[in-house]
């Protein structure tokens, strides 16, 4: 016989909901069943909660859908494809098992639903057995919701992975194997990640289902005290126990397959690798300590089996902890006891190790050595010899020379030069070295900024400014061979499109060509100052006629105005990632882009911006890393980018790694034709 609980929590409308009982009204009557008020204010509810989901994933939804827009204008809609289908994949597989794993160690703590009123009768008062049942009903109507979301948030952590589970399916061998375990390089490059990234989701699926299950039978009364002991019925026992034995079974595969690999990636005095001690006394240890795991896995479900779950699993965390201290203690004491006294005999063959790889990873490892004396001597055969080269010294600063560009070439306030580049052409039958600048358009010193100023009128920048590196005027100025606007030029290179939508400066979204004029360059000075006008006939740029494009772009970047805007037509375009080192990195995402884009001028006119683009890791055994951790880099793209219509061609300097697949929408081997010069990039210094 069970104590029925207190009348007011009979009362209470929630608490008889979850007993599934319908709700009194204030005389003590039932209600009758059917659409009852509170029935309406859940159903109120839930479309409330939906309306809320929707509006806030309609900004996420805008954003996918106008990047696949912008990714099929520039050509390059394989690498959307790649990144969205390896997201979605990795992140439903991912959500899917963690929900089956959390619904299924949910369901099994709450085996029955219902308590055992004998049970709840000797380990609840009165008072308790009424909150106990509540408890357990509403762990039981949380299951399912409770783990769709938990879900959900594992499956998005995990879809963020997604370049390290491409690397891993499409990782090829370097043909280089490390010098300790006979690996080759590409297991800790594209495989080693993925892995150390399987072991994170294990460990956060198993954490999660045990701070589920681990309340549930708190509730429940299945874990309980009995005067000073720790009670756990056998059910609770059992699920417990093969928690504790798959968090052993975690800890060993953790040590066998990520904490020795990343042996070859420790940090030491004056190396980076596997030290002497790292290969004598802590991979032992952590050989050991992984054995050791499994048998504690092993001991955790005996004891369990037996019923004393509380005494041997607490014995076995306790002993295995302990051996972990004394794990990370014997390599020191090794260190100091045996290493340190005769440590550069020791260290040596690692350091050899960490030489070698350095140079292998970043690729100076077939460097011609010579030694120069400097005892040689200068004459005129050797300067005549090099009559190019000499005449070529550059005496202009870069620093100063952009100071002195924007003072006498900005034209206008809204102008600013970013960078000056260095540049070769042949002008009057010899190559001459140069020094270039953008003019590119500063939207914030617009003196009027409003939105059809910022995004339909003034939307580019306009020419450049050129000059041979040598040479001075009699006032001290560089001498300009390309200046002001238009841009004329005094030499055989001329500028044939000097407008300006894609640079280094460019960072807002414009809308061209609209009934709007857009603003080409000034024209006069003072009272008569006037202004040239043009239209943009790009290629590229989304095309925004229809109402429904409009209201995603509205969407993305959060202005009603391309809504609602009379100016736009049917041919109107939206120019967007307009800075080219964001360009460069949304066309090819798994590239690192070189800090620093050039300017070089075509045969054809067309102003056109390189960059260099890398492959690079962190994962590198043995090698010397970059403050930054990269410790492998390949300079295997040169990226062209059109500065008038934003056109992206990638060009392949070098065999390109099958561990990033289809980057080069448009591609092709890179030539030197393709450019006047090819810079050496300014990150390799």
């Known amino acids: 016989m069970t104590d029925s609980p207190p009348p007011e929590s009979r009362d209470v409308p929630y608490i008889r909901a979850l007993r599934g009982g319908p709700p009194r009204s204030k005389g003590g009557t039932t209600r009758p069943t059917g659409l009852a008020p509170w029935h309406s204010r859940r159903i109120l509810l839930l479309v409330l909660v939906a309306i809320a989901v929707a509006v806030g994933l309609l900004p996420f939804a805008?954003?996918?859908?106008?990047?696949?827009?912008?990714?099929?204008?520039?050509?390059?809609?394989?690498?959307?494809?790649?990144?969205?289908?390896?997201?979605?994949?990795?992140?439903?597989?991912?959500?899917?098992?963690?929900?089956?794993?959390?619904?299924?160690?949910?369901?099994?703590?709450?085996?029955?639903?219902?308590?055992?009123?004998?049970?709840?009768?000797?380990?609840?008062?009165?008072?308790?057995?009424?909150r106990a049942a509540v408890l357990t009903r509403l762990?039981?109507?949380?299951?399912?919701?409770?783990?769709?979301?938990?879900?959900?948030?594992?499956?998005?952590?995990?879809?963020?992975?997604?370049?390290?589970?491409?690397?891993?399916?499409?990782?090829?061998?370097?043909?280089?194997?490390?010098?300790?375990?006979?690996?080759?390089?590409?297991?800790?490059?594209?495989?080693?990640?993925?892995?150390?990234?399987?072991?994170?989701?294990?460990?956060?699926?198993?954490?999660?289902?045990?701070?589920?299950?681990?309340?549930?039978?708190?509730?429940?009364?299945?874990?309980?005290?009995?005067?000073?002991?720790?009670?756990?019925?056998?059910?609770?026992?059992?699920?417990?126990?093969?928690?504790?034995?798959?968090?052993?079974?975690?800890?060993?595969?953790?040590?066998?397959?990520?904490?020795?690999?990343?042996?070859?990636?420790?940090?030491?005095?004056?190396?980076?690798g596997a030290s002497y001690t790292d290969l004598h006394a802590r991979l032992p240890a952590l050989h050991a300590l992984s054995v050791v795991a499994l048998v504690c896995a092993g001991v955790a479900l005996w004891g369990a089996r037996h019923g004393q779950f509380v005494r041997v699993v607490t014995q076995t965390f306790g002993a295995y902890l302990a051996l972990a201290l004394l794990a990370a203690a014997i390599p020191a004491l090794y260190q100091r006891l045996v290493v340190q006294a005769n440590e550069l005999a020791r260290e040596s063959p690692q350091i050899v190790h960490h030489i070698h790889a350095t140079r292998q990873a970043w690729g100076i490892d077939s460097v011609e050595r010579r030694e120069l004396t400097g005892e040689t001597r200068l004459t005129p055969a050797d300067i005549a010899a090099n009559r190019a080269t000499i005449d070529n010294v550059r005496l202009w600063d870069r620093e100063q020379l952009l100071q002195t560009f924007g003072q006498i070439q900005s034209i206008r306030t809204y102008y600013d030069f970013v960078a000056v580049d260095d540049d070769r052409y042949r002008i009057g039958?010899?190559?001459?070295?140069?020094?270039?600048?953008?003019?590119?358009?500063?939207?914030?010193?617009?003196?009027?900024?409003?939105?059809?100023?910022?995004?339909?009128?003034?939307?580019?920048?306009?020419?450049?400014?050129?000059?041979?590196?040598?040479?001075?005027?009699?006032?001290?100025?560089?001498?300009?061979?390309?200046?002001?606007?238009?841009?004329?030029?005094?030499?055989?290179?001329?500028?044939?499109?000097?407008?300006i939508y894609f640079g280094e400066l460019a960072d807002a979204f414009v809308l061209a060509p609209t009934r709007q004029r857009e603003f080409d360059y000034p024209s006069g000075e003072g009272v008569q100052e006037s202004a040239v006008y043009s239209s943009y006939g790009g290629s590229t740029g989304v095309p925004v006629g229809s109402f429904l494009r409009r209201a995603l772009f509205a969407l993305r970047f959060a202005t009603l105005n391309i809504l609602l805007s009379r100016d736009l037509t049917d041919s109107t375009r939206i120019l967007y990632y307009r800075d080219v080192h964001e360009r460069a990195e949304h066309a090819l995402p798994f590239l690192v882009f070189d800090r620093d884009a050039y300017l070089v001028i075509t045969d054809a006119g067309r102003l056109v911006w390189i960059l260099d683009g890398y492959t690079t890791s962190d994962r590198y055994p043995y090698a010397q890393p970059f403050a930054d951790g990269t410790n492998y880099m390949r300079n295997s793209v040169k990226v062209l980018i059109d500065a008038y219509d934003g056109d992206v061609r990638a060009y392949l300097t070098a065999r390109w790694p099958r561990s990033t697949p289809g980057p080069c929408g448009r591609s092709t081997r890179w030539r030197p034709t393709s450019a006047r010069i090819c810079d050496i990039p300014k990150i390799c210094f």
């Open 62 to 130: 805008a954003n996918r859908i106008t990047d696949w827009l912008w990714y099929r204008n520039v050509g390059f809609e394989r690498v959307f494809l790649t990144k969205i289908v390896a997201q979605w994949v990795l992140g439903l597989a991912a959500g899917s098992v963690a929900f089956l794993a959390l619904y299924t160690n949910v369901k099994i703590a709450l085996r029955g639903a219902a308590l055992d009123p004998i049970l709840a009768e000797s380990r609840f008062t009165a008072s308790s057995r009424s």
């Open 139 to 272: 762990a039981e109507a949380l299951a399912v919701p409770g783990s769709v979301l938990l879900a959900i948030l594992v499956a998005l952590m995990a879809a963020s992975e997604w370049r390290d589970a491409i690397r891993f399916f499409y990782g090829t061998p370097f043909g280089v194997v490390d010098p300790v375990f006979g690996r080759d390089v590409g297991y800790y490059v594209f495989s080693l990640p993925a892995i150390e990234g399987a072991m994170d989701y294990a460990g956060v699926v198993l954490s999660l289902s045990a701070a589920l299950a681990l309340p549930i039978y708190l509730a429940r009364g299945e874990i309980h005290r009995r005067r000073y002991k720790l009670v756990i019925d056998s059910g609770a026992q059992a699920h417990l126990a093969t928690f504790a034995a798959l968090f052993f079974v975690l800890s060993a595969l953790r040590i066998h397959f990520v904490d020795v690999p990343s042996l070859l990636r420790a940090e030491h005095v004056p190396f980076f």
């Open 429 to 499: 039958g010899a190559l001459r070295q140069v020094m270039l600048s953008a003019r590119e358009l500063n939207t914030d010193a617009l003196p009027t900024r409003t939105f059809i100023n910022e995004h339909l009128t003034y939307t580019h920048g306009m020419g450049v400014t050129l000059g041979p590196s040598n040479q001075v005027t009699g006032e001290g100025l560089p001498v300009l061979f390309i200046k002001d606007l238009p841009p004329t030029s005094s030499t055989s290179i001329r500028v044939t499109r000097p407008q």
